[in-house]
C-alpha cells in the first residue's frame, strides 16, 4: 500500500531545520507543503490580518522556504482565504490523509484551528499540531491560583524550569509519487492554489518603501541561519551593550527571524549554550527569549489583548486623540531627537532597537496622551517583526496597563534617555540629519508640561 500523503501547513514556522511537524511528515511518507495569506473564517476568528511590512517579510521568506523545499522535493503550495475553506480543498485534491501544522498560540487563531481540526476530523483526515514557536507551552506553567502569570519573574523561574527537548535535524529528501504531483498541477489549474506573486502580499504603500527596507534586511531561513551562526557576536557584552541603539551590533536583531519562525527559539538557546560568551551576557539573552515566551503566555490566556488595556480600569483612560500630533510622531518629527530618530529608523529599515521602542512609546502615550492602541497598530503595519503577542503586550507594558507594567507614573524622559544611551549623538544624527539645524522641527509639546498632564490623567483615573 502506497505511504500517505501528508498535508503540511506553514505558518510562523518558514524553515525546513529544527521543525517538528515536517520532521513527523516526513518519516511517515510524502509531504506537500501549503501556505495561505489568510482571511478570517465565517465565525470571524483567524490569526491577525499581516501589517504592510509583514507582508513584504512573508513574501520574501516564501520565496526562500519554497526553494528550501523544493531541494528536498517538497512542492510549496499558495492559496488564500481560511483555513477552514482552502485546507480541506487542498486535502481532497491532493488525495492526502494527513495534515500536519506547527501550532500558534493566539486565541481567535487557535479557535479557527480548532474549527478546521473539527472539520478534516469528521471527513476521517487525520490532523496533529506540533509544537515549536515557543520554548515551553503557554499552558505548562501556572501560578498557584493560576492559570496565567502577570509577573514575568515567576513565569521566567517555572517557564526555565521547563525541559526544551533535543534539536531536530534537517529531513531528508523526497521523490513525490507523479500522480500527487499531478494532482497539484490540477489543484493550481482550478486556482485553489496560487503562486506566490497572486497573493499580492507586495502591494505595500508606498511602494518605494519595500525598496528602502529591503536594503536592510535579507528575509528567508538561509540569511536566518547565518544570523544564527552570529549569534555569539551578538551576545557578547549584551548585558551592558544592549541598551545602545547607536551601536549597530548591540542586540542580534533575531527578531523577525524568530516572528516567522525562520529559526526556532530553541535554536536560539542552543546557539547560547554553544557560545563562548559570558554567563552573564549569555543569561541577560536568554532572559529576553524569556519576556517573548512571558508575551505568548498572555496572549494565550487573555483574548484580545491588542485591544483591550489588561488592567480594566484603563478603558477609562482620558486619552486625548490628536491625529495632527500622532502622524507627527509617526513621521519622526516630534521635534525630539531621539523620539524621532527611532520613529524613522522604523520607517526607512521596519526595525527599532529596544530602547528606542520604550521611549518613543512612553513619549506617545503619556507626553502626547495618544492611546496606545494607535502606536500599537502603527507598529503592527511597519515593523518587520510585528508580533501579535510581543506588540501588544509591550505597549501595554509601556502605558501601564498590561502585566508585570512599568507604574504609568514612571514617564521616560526622551532628552535624558538620547543623553544617556546615545551620548556621542550617531544615532540620531544618523537618523534625523537634519538634526540640531532650523530645518529641525520645533517640539510638538513641552516636556515638564506633558509630563504634568500625563500625572493629571493618571491621578483621575485612580479616584475613579
Ligand atoms: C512598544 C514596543 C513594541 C514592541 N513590539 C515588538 C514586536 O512587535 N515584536 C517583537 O518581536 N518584539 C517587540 N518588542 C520587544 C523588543 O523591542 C524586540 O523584541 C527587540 O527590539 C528585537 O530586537 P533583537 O532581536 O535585536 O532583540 P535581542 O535584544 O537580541 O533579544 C532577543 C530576542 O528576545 C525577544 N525579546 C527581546 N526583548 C523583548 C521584549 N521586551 N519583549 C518580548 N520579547 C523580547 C525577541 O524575540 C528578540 O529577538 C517591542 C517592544 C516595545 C517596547
Not at 490580518?49 to 507582508?55: H, I, M, Q, T, Y
Not at 532628552?415 to 517640539?443: I, K, M, N
Request: aromatic residues 10%.
Amino acid at each position: 500500500m502506497a505511504a500517505p500523503v501528508t498535508l503540511l501547513w506553514f505558518r510562523d514556522d518558514l524553515r525546513v531545520a529544527d521543525h517538528e511537524a515536517l520532521a513527523a511528515a516526513r518519516a511517515a511518507g510524502p509531504v506537500v507543503g501549503l501556505w495561505l495569506r489568510e482571511e478570517p473564517d465565517a465565525a470571524g476568528d483567524g490569526p491577525r490580518r499581516l501589517g504592510a511590512a509583514s507582508r513584504w517579510w512573508a513574501h520574501r521568506s516564501l520565496e526562500v522556504l519554497s526553494a528550501e523545499l523544493d531541494a528536498l522535493g517538497i512542492p510549496l503550495l499558495f492559496g488564500r482565504g481560511s483555513g477552514v475553506t482552502v485546507v480541506p480543498a487542498v486535502v481532497a485534491g491532493l488525495g492526502a490523509s494527513v495534515v500536519r501544522w506547527t501550532r500558534r498560540y493566539a486565541p481567535s487563531a487557535r479557535t479557527a484551528d480548532a474549527t478546521l481540526k473539527a472539520a478534516l476530523a469528521a471527513s476521517g483526515v487525520e490532523v496533529h499540531s506540533h509544537p515549536g514557536f515557543l520554548l515551553v507551552e503557554p499552558w505548562l506553567v501556572a501560578p498557584a491560583g493560576g492559570p496565567v502569570y502577570r509577573v514575568f519573574t515567576p513565569f521566567h523561574r517555572a517557564a526555565a524550569e521547563v525541559p526544551v527537548g533535543p534539536l531536530r535535524g534537517r529531513p531528508a529528501a523526497q521523490v513525490l509519487p507523479p500522480a500527487v504531483v499531478d494532482a497539484a498541477a490540477r489543484l493550481t489549474a482550478t486556482g485553489v492554489v496560487m503562486g506566490l506573486d497572486a497573493l499580492d502580499l507586495l502591494d505595500a504603500d508606498p511602494p518605494w518603501w519595500a525598496d528602502t527596507v529591503g536594503a536592510h534586511w535579507v528575509p528567508g531561513c538561509v540569511a536566518a541561519d547565518q544570523a544564527l551562526a552570529d549569534l555569539p557576536d551578538a551576545i557578547a557584552g549584551y548585558r551592558t551593550r544592549r541598551d545602545r541603539p547607536d551601536d549597530a551590533a548591540s542586540t542580534s536583531r533575531l527578531s523577525p527571524r524568530l516572528r516567522f519562525g525562520e529559526v526556532s527559539p530553541r535554536q536560539a538557546l542552543a546557539a547560547t549554550r554553544s557560545a563562548e560568551v559570558s554567563a552573564d551576557d549569555a543569561s541577560a539573552w536568554v532572559r529576553q527569549l524569556y519576556w517573548r515566551e512571558f508575551s505568548w503566555h498572555l496572549t494565550h490566556h487573555v483574548p484580545r489583548l491588542a485591544w483591550e488595556p489588561l488592567r480594566r480600569q484603563f478603558a477609562e483612560f482620558p486619552w486625548s486623540p490628536d491625529a495632527a500630533l500622532l502622524r507627527a510622531w509617526q513621521r519622526g518629527r516630534t521635534g525630539y531627537g531621539l523620539v524621532d530618530a527611532g520613529l524613522r529608523q522604523l520607517w526607512q529599515t521596519g526595525w527599532m532597537h529596544n530602547r528606542v521602542r520604550m521611549v518613543a512609546a512612553s513619549f506617545l502615550v503619556k507626553n502626547l496622551l495618544q492611546p496606545w492602541q494607535a502606536g500599537e497598530q502603527w507598529f503592527w503595519d511597519t515593523l518587520v517583526d510585528a508580533d501579535e503577542a510581543n506588540n501588544p503586550v509591550s505597549w501595554q507594558w509601556v502605558a501601564g496597563c498590561g502585566a508585570d507594567a512599568a507604574p504609568y507614573f514612571r514617564v521616560f524622559n526622551p532628552e535624558t534617555q538620547r543623553e544617556r544611551h546615545d551620548p556621542e549623538g550617531a544615532y540620531v544624527r544618523r537618523w534625523v540629519p537634519e538634526y540640531g539645524t532650523d530645518a529641525y522641527p520645533a517640539p510638538v509639546v513641552d516636556l515638564a508640561e506633558s509630563r504634568r498632564r500625563a500625572l493629571d490623567a493618571y491621578a483621575l483615573l485612580r479616584a475613579r
